[in-house]
Antibody, heavy 118, light 112 residues
């Protein structure tokens, strides 16, 4: 079954860290660029980070540069998002997604909720 | 960043009738390879987004042919020829021509 399953969300205080994981199955994980997106009531849907299929390059939106790190382990079909120095405005449902060509994800996970609150 | 502007914000529809959603980008979405990097996504209540259309007008596998995408340059349209109950939800246009890729604010398709 082709799917992505995220884990690692939760409620944390501002300034702390969280690591999200995403397990891919049913497709050749190492062949695809992967990405993290998020959905919040205030900002809607937005990309967070992208990593190329071989891990050779990463892209981040400005608001998370220097705080978040995307990584992958192709031997384990796994994608990660290390989130440091979390802010209230990082509160969102975070989705792992597989690139489906033309910079457009064709497979999404179910999402994991991250709540940053004091 | 490329700004994606959708209209309307909310679209009341009658089942069986057509529906149309517009999207405008702040710059051309034609990439150097000649393709238009515009996609459409559907998000049903309680579900993750699902891609319907990529590269302007190509339907994803399993997407009913009542959905069609069209447009050029900076103006785009998603059309549903006959709305069915399962089509209710929020629709987003997305550009992939320039990082950061960006979404429109969404159009909520609801029953009239």
């Amino acid at each position: 079954q082709v799917q992505l399953v995220e884990s690692g969300g939760g409620v944390v205080q501002p300034g702390t860290s969280l690591r999200l994981s995403c397990a891919g199955s049913g497709f050749t994980f190492s062949h695809y660029d992967m990405q993290w997106l998020r959905h919040s009531p205030g900002k809607g849907l937005e990309w967070v980070a992208v990593i190329l299929h071989d891990g050779s390059r990463e892209y981040y939106i400005d608001s998370v540069k220097g705080r978040f790190t995307i990584s992958r382990d192709n031997s384990e079909n796994a994608l990660f998002l290390q989130m440091n120095s979390l802010r209230v405005e990082d509160t969102a449902v975070y989705y792992c997604a597989k690139d489906g060509g033309y910079s457009s994800p064709d497979l999404w996970g179910q999402g994991t909720l991250v709540t940053v609150s004091s | 960043d490329v700004v994606m502007t959708q209209s309307p914000f909310s679209l009341p529809v009658t089942l069986g009738q057509p529906a149309s959603i517009s999207c405008r980008s702040s710059q051309s979405l034609v990439y150097i390879d000649g393709n238009t990097y515009l996609s459409w996504f559907q998000q049903r209540p309680g579900q993750s987004p699902r891609r319907l259309i990529y590269k302007l007008s190509n339907r994803d596998s399993g997407v009913p042919d009542r959905f069609s995408g069209s447009g050029s340059g900076t103006d785009f349209t998603l059309k549903i020829s006959r709305v069915e109950a399962e089509d209710l939800g929020v629709y987003y246009c997305v550009q992939g021509v320039q990082w950061p890729y960006t979404f429109g604010q969404g159009t909520k398709l609801e029953i009239k």
